[in-house]
């Protein structure tokens, strides 16, 4: 069995994957088309990759040379008329990605950079609970590529304050103990200031919040490196078992959201020559994904049942 994750909505959606699951179903006998012709089929069947606000199936229309780059006007100009400010920085790093960009990508990340809501101290509020408490969550990178933005245009720096938001960061996980999904402005009152699942600590959360370290190191704040550090050094000390990386402190078995961790400790290891444990990427690769059907993620039974994850909203 094999969980999807997928971001695609709207009719368009339901045509890309229907289609491309019912023929990676079909049988395999030799008058069925190739997988090359499987996806070129289902690639055909999307009469339009431009779907305004769900704009997220332009993206995989320009990774897959079906989509033109101006379709991101349109998504971003739609986030940007919702006042969805992070959906804004969200195109904007795919558009950039991509090498596509625009006077309306302009536009729309200079509203972004004057109304995204922040933290008291300097991290973009990404996710607002029930209770109306604020939060930024590491989950959502992109949207620190901000300080980046803000520096770059001299628009709004005293709202994007980079290096006032690592220590914040920094200090929050000095004294949490450990990665969390979440974090709010609370930690000067001592208690609720950040969250974790239930039973703990989740793999791709300590891989996030690696990554926020490393975007604060790529603005050129040198104290974030030693906190990924950390990270790295958690990920090693709570999460390896055996031949793999596990899916949280309270839950074993493999887990799918390999992109939400490896990239970044891909990145770790060029900045850390000699980083400590690094042979374990590998042999978490190989366990995972390498090892054949029937073991590590092509297991099959509860919970080693994930192999795929389509996209990460900060690729």
């Not at 349109?74 to 596509?100: E, M, P």
């Not at 509860?302 to 990460?312: F, G, K, R």
Request: net charge negative; hydrophobic share 35%.
């Amino acid at each position: 069995m094999i969980q999807r994750r997928t971001f695609l909505k709207g009719a368009s959606a339901a045509i890309i994957a229907a289609t491309f699951s019912r023929r990676l179903l079909a049988s395999s006998s030799a008058e069925s088309p190739n997988l090359a012709d499987q996806i070129n089929n289902t690639l055909n069947a999307v009469q339009s990759w431009n779907v305004g606000m769900y704009g997220s199936l332009a993206n995989i229309g320009l990774i897959m040379s079906n989509s033109a780059g101006q379709d991101y006007d349109s998504w971003i100009a739609a986030n940007a008329r919702g006042n969805n400010w992070l959906g804004v920085f969200q195109v904007k790093n795919f558009a950039q990605h991509s090498g596509y960009d625009s006077p309306t990508i302009e536009s729309a990340l200079r509203s972004a950079l004057e109304n995204m809501p922040m933290l008291d101290h300097y991290l973009p509020a990404t996710t607002v609970d029930s209770d109306g408490t604020e939060w930024f969550y590491p989950f959502y990178r992109y949207s620190l590529y901000g300080y980046q933005f803000s520096s770059e245009r001299n628009l709004r720096t005293d709202r994007w304050n980079s290096e006032g938001a690592c220590q914040y960061l920094a200090n929050v996980y000095d004294s949490f103990g450990r990665s969390f999904y979440g974090l709010n402005d609370n930690f000067d009152s001592g208690s609720n200031y950040a969250m974790s699942e239930p039973y703990g600590t989740r793999w791709l959360d300590v891989g996030k919040v690696m990554g926020s370290f490393l975007a604060f190191y790529d603005l050129g704040i040198s104290v974030a490196l030693e906190y990924a550090l950390k990270c790295w050094n958690e990920l090693n000390a709570s999460f390896w078992h055996s031949n793999h990386y596990t899916y949280a402190t309270g839950e074993f078995g493999y887990e799918f959201s390999a992109m939400d961790v490896i990239p970044n400790v891909l990145r770790l290891k060029k900045l850390v020559p000699n980083l400590p444990n690094a042979d374990r990427i590998t042999t978490d690769l190989v366990s995972r994904y390498l090892a054949g059907r029937g073991s590590g993620q092509w297991s099959g039974s509860t919970p080693n049942i994930a192999v795929v994850e389509h996209l990460t909203d900060d690729s």
